[in-house]
C-alpha cells in the first residue's frame, strides 16, 4: 500500500526523515536457474537523501546490477520493500511503474540509446512525447536540458555527427529533462576514453552541484572517486557503506 514514508513501521524503531528519497528495507531478489534458485539480493537495507551523490560498486555478481534494476524500477523483488520519493513502488504493476520510470527516473546507460537519424534535440524530446506534453512545450524543456550539459550549439547535429562525449551528453540531457527525483546513470563512461569519461563526470559533478540526486552504477574506481558516497556490494548484501572525498 502506497503512502507517506514517515509512515513506516520498521522492526528498529527507527523513522525515515523526510529528505530520503530513496529506502530499502530487507530488499531481497531471487532468480529461478532450472533447479537453482541464484540469491541475487539477500536483504538489502539502504537510504539515499535527496541530492546525493551515491556510487554502487561491486564485482561482478555482487548484486548492483539487480539492485539498479529494483531501484529503476525495471525489475520487483522478491521481497521487502522499496520507497522512491514517498511513495512504496515495491508492490506496483506494470503500468503503474512505467508511470514511475517516465516521471520519477532519469537513466543514462553506457550505450547511447539514441535514434540514429533524429536531431540531438528530438531526441531529448521524445520523453516529454509520452508524458503528452505539447510541441512547444517539449521544445522548451529540451533545449533547456541540451544547454544545461553544454550543447546549446549541437541541438540540430545528429548523432553521427557528435562525438562520444558529446552523444552521452545528449542521453544525459534527455535523462534530466523530465527533472526526475534521480539521475540513474549505469557505468555511462563504459564506452568512453579517459579523457572524455572525465568530462562526463564532471557534467555529472555540475548536476549534482544543481540539486540532482545521481546514483552511479561503476566497478571502476576513478570513476567512483567522483561521488561524495560510495555503497560497496558482495554477495547480495552492503559490505559497506562510506563517505569519500570527491575528486577534484
Known amino acids: 500500500m502506497t503512502g507517506s514514508i514517515r509512515h513506516m513501521d520498521f522492526a528498529t524503531g527507527d523513522i525515515p526523515q523526510p529528505d530520503i528519497i530513496i529506502l530499502t528495507h530487507k530488499l531481497k531478489r531471487d532468480y529461478e536457474m532450472g533447479s537453482e534458485v541464484v540469491r541475487a539480493l539477500q536483504g538489502v537495507d539502504l537510504q539515499v537523501q535527496r541530492n546525493e551523490f551515491t556510487a554502487i560498486m561491486g564485482p561482478s555478481g555482487s548484486g548492483k546490477s539487480t539492485l539498479m534494476n529494483l531501484i529503476g524500477c525495471l525489475d520487483t523483488p522478491t521481497s521487502g520493500e522499496y ?17 514511475i520510470r517516465n516521471k520519477e527516473i532519469g537513466f543514462v546507460f553506457q550505450t547511447f540509446n539514441l535514434l540514429p537519424r533524429a536531431t540531438a534535440l528530438h531526441n531529448v524530446e521524445l520523453p516529454l512525447i509520452y508524458a503528452g506534453l505539447s510541441s512547444k512545450k517539449r521544445r522548451e524543456q529540451a533545449k533547456y536540458a541540451l544547454e544545461r550539459v553544454g550543447l546549446a550549439d549541437r541541438m540540430e547535429h545528429r548523432p553521427n555527427e557528435l562525438s562520444g562525449g558529446q552523444r552521452q551528453r545528449v542521453a544525459i540531457a534527455r535523462a534530466l529533462v523530465n527533472t526526475p527525483s534521480i539521475l540513474l546513470a549505469d557505468e555511462p563512461t563504459g564506452n568512453l576514453d579517459s579523457h572524455t569519461s572525465s568530462e562526463i563526470m564532471q557534467v555529472l559533478e555540475e548536476l549534482h552541484d544543481e540539486g540532482q540526486t545521481i546514483l552511479l552504477i561503476t566497478h571502476e574506481h576513478d570513476i567512483a572517486a567522483h561521488a561524495s558516497r560510495q555503497v560497496h556490494l558482495l554477495d547480495g548484501l552492503i559490505e559497506r557503506d562510506e563517505i569519500t572525498q570527491k575528486t577534484a
Open 83 to 99: 520507497w522512491l520519493n514517498h511513495q512504496q513502488v515495491s508492490e506496483l504493476d506494470d503500468d503503474e511503474l512505467a508511470r
